[in-house]
């Protein structure tokens, strides 16, 4: 079973339409992270989220922490083709150092 | 500020060899961490490396070893390879400060295929 679970895996949509991506788990996080991948590279970084109920704004993508820590959000506005790719959050469990825990992954495809 | 990277990005393995992934990190940045990413799923962890020590390992075998150089560099050894380590290796960078605040920036990745 995933600490992290992610939902839904795969989303295919039209430009234009917005969407929300969330990430749940039964244990508490000290800090929470989304990522961005294309294919054939490494996650590149759009946020961290460390305090419960904290909202951050992106340009057209909003993150958000729960207030216990435990879920977060992501939500984009008017999708666009660009924002095609897969989109990973990871957590950092306390007393676990800098091990980041990554849920399974959201497959976004936005057509034109 | 040069980012983190990855040699090699592609290689091909056979069953039962040895393979070494190597990583430098973020300019600025004290500690390493690998993950392995198989297709279509998000990356596990599988050590971290802090001034040269090893500092938190995931559910992975022995066979799979790591080292941190003085200059903060990594390599990854993963020995006897099995068909299921076929995957994208990957590795981050990142300064140590606060407890679990740490950012990770990771590199482009390694694909390895074991045939």
């Known amino acids: 079973t995933q600490l992290l679970e992610q939902s839904p895996q795969f989303l295919s949509i039209q430009e234009g339409e917005n969407l929300t991506v969330y990430c749940n788990s039964s244990?508490?996080?000290?800090?929470l992270q989304w990522y961005r991948q294309e294919p054939g590279e490494g996650p590149v970084l759009l946020v961290t989220?460390?305090?419960?109920?904290e909202v951050k704004k992106l340009k057209r993508l909003t993150f958000q922490f729960g207030d216990a820590r435990k879920d977060s959000s992501l939500h984009i506005t008017a999708a666009q083709p660009g924002d095609t790719g897969l989109y990973l959050c990871?957590?950092?469990?306390?007393?676990?150092?800098?091990?980041?825990?990554f849920g399974q992954g959201t497959e976004l495809s936005v057509k034109p | 500020e040069t980012g983190v990277t990855q040699s090699p990005t592609h290689l091909i393995k056979t069953r039962g060899q040895q393979v070494t992934l190597r990583c430098s990190s973020q300019?600025?940045?004290?500690?390493v961490s690998w993950y392995q990413q198989a297709l279509g799923q998000g990356p596990q962890f599988i050590f971290q490396?802090?001034?040269?020590?090893?500092?938190g390992r995931g559910n992975f075998p022995p066979r799979f070893s790591g080292l941190q150089f003085p200059n903060y560099s990594s390599e990854l050894n993963v020995n006897a390879l099995e068909l299921d380590d076929s995957a994208l290796y990957l590795c981050?960078?990142?300064?140590?400060?606060?407890?679990?605040?740490?950012?990770?920036?990771f590199g482009p990745g390694t694909r390895l295929l074991v045939l």
């Open positions: 244990s508490v996080f000290s800090s």
């Open positions: 981050a960078s990142s300064r140590r400060q606060g407890w679990g605040q740490e950012t990770q920036y």
């Open positions: 990871a957590g950092v469990l306390y007393n676990q150092g800098g091990k980041l825990i």
């Open positions: 300019s600025g940045h004290n500690t």
């Open positions: 490396y802090y001034r040269e020590e090893e500092n």
């Open positions: 989220v460390v305090t419960g109920g």
